[in-house]
């Protein structure tokens, strides 16, 4: 492991403490806060299809704002894990309810041909991250599968990074795979960084 795969598994690990020493109540406020921050967002409202994620219980919460895509009459897109390529695939959610297990115990959309979305200009996606830095590098989960959708799709979609406020931090390590984001919201403020 190299210098920059070892720190970043470093604060991984600090990051993943951080978020679990925040009170239920905290989280709750801080996602509600996020929801209603990206939802005002001129890229969301632009958007005739949003790409998000169903969160998992260390990652900003993500189950009324998909709900919140729903009501607003957007098409909703969620990742599916190719593991072997470490790609992402979206396909979409017509409802909650249609839910299923997908890989690492994700929740899915239903993945038929005629669910299958295509990237677009008036596609927002938004990209979950553990922490950013003042420059837009973000610290992911470590499997590659967003900076590699970023490499493929980042000049073509709008791009919205999704953070806990403390988890901005000054500087990331980072390398030549790594994909920097430009528009982050946190439950306090949209960041904007320099492309």
Known sequence: MNS????????????????????????????????????????????KQVMAYVSMPHEVGTHALLQGIL?????????????????????????????????YRIPVPPVTDDRKLTPDAETLVLVPMLAIDREGWRLGAGGGYYDRFLAAYGETVQVLGICYAENCVTALPHDRYDRRILRCVTEQKREEYNG
């Open 4 to 47: 920059i795969q070892s720190q970043k598994k470093a604060l991984r690990s600090e990051m993943m403490q951080k978020r679990r020493a925040m009170s239920a109540e905290d989280k709750a406020a801080a996602d509600a806060a996020i929801t209603a921050l990206v939802m005002q967002q001129p890229e969301f409202t632009a958007a």
């Open 71 to 103: 009501d607003a009459g957007k098409t909703l897109g969620l990742p599916v894990c190719t593991p072997l390529t470490h790609t992402l695939t979206f396909y979409r959610l017509d409802s909650p309810d249609e839910l299923q297990s997908g890989m």
